[in-house]
């Protein structure tokens, strides 16, 4: 299908911006985008204009709600200017940028994988941790694989997860995996929590953290007031934002403005 946009929709800008890990730019020009057992190919054809490779039950149900589609992001950058002169050049910036709505199981266990790793290791260490226990996915371009369920990392040995790249993390992503099976992490039920409640119940498990939990608010659970706060975030807030507290002026749409940011420090504010 044809998607005609005339909202902010930039996928390479997406792509690199650190809150997903198996998008991918392909060497035809499309971009690929996974969540669960769904595959995407969405190629730009001029201003506004994206081909999709999906009908439009699926875009309906499964990839408007994945891009945000719902709410405007332009609108968003302008209710932002005026508060911070260097937040307004990271918004400009990032203009095309849009906060995904991920799988909570797969945003978790990525966050967790992404503690202490650069984008491009978190990547390999999940594309490694699908192809061995993920289910195949096969489109008319090529087989894939799906991110792994609970059961199937819950059964794997330390060995085997290990290899994939989780070094000290594999004890963190299986007791996520056990959480999940025995209902003490119930990530269905977790969209009706309030925010400090979901962040305090993804807390709970072992290794996870204020920032790793503030991702998965993010990104899977579209809390936009919460900001993880890693390096760049903690550079920004230093040297540009004056002190810990200047996402507060942003209220519900702070985390929004910590995407900004951190594309704008990790590719832009050179």
């Not at 991110?147 to 993390?169: H, I, N, Q, V, W």
Request: glycine share 8%.
């Amino acid at each position: 299908m044809l998607l005609k946009l005339s909202d902010d929709l930039d996928p390479a800008k997406i792509v690199s911006s650190g809150q997903c890990f198996r998008a991918r730019y392909l060497p035809d020009g499309s971009f690929r985008f996974i969540t669960g057992r769904h595959v995407l190919y969405l190629c730009p054809e001029g201003p506004g204009r994206f081909l999709l490779s999906c009908d439009e039950d699926t875009f309906q149900s499964v990839w408007k709600p994945y891009f945000d589609l719902c709410r405007s992001y332009a609108d968003i950058r302008r209710s932002l200017r005026g508060k911070n002169s260097w937040v307004d050049n990271a918004v400009d910036y990032g203009a095309g940028l849009r906060l995904l709505r991920q799988d909570p199981w797969e945003t978790l266990v990525s966050f967790i994988i992404s503690q202490r790793k650069s984008i491009p290791a978190i990547a390999g260490a999940v594309e490694k941790l699908a192809a061995r226990f993920g289910e195949p996915l096969t489109t008319d371009r090529e087989t894939l694989f799906a991110f792994p369920t609970p059961e199937a990392l819950a059964r794997a040995d330390e060995k085997a997860l290990s290899a994939c790249g989780l070094g000290y993390r594999v004890p963190y992503v299986q007791d996520a995996a056990r959480k999940v099976l025995d209902g003490s992490l119930p990530l269905d039920g977790a969209a009706a929590l309030a925010d400090e409640e979901l962040l305090n119940l993804l807390k709970t498990v072992y290794g996870v953290g204020d920032k790793v939990a503030s991702c998965v608010s993010l990104f899977a659970f579209s809390r936009t007031a919460c900001v993880p706060v890693d390096v760049w975030i903690g550079r920004a807030l230093r040297d540009h934002m004056g002190g810990m507290d200047a996402f507060a002026v942003f209220g519900a749409y702070a985390g929004i403005v910590q995407q900004y940011v951190f594309y704008y420090q990790a590719h832009g504010n050179r």
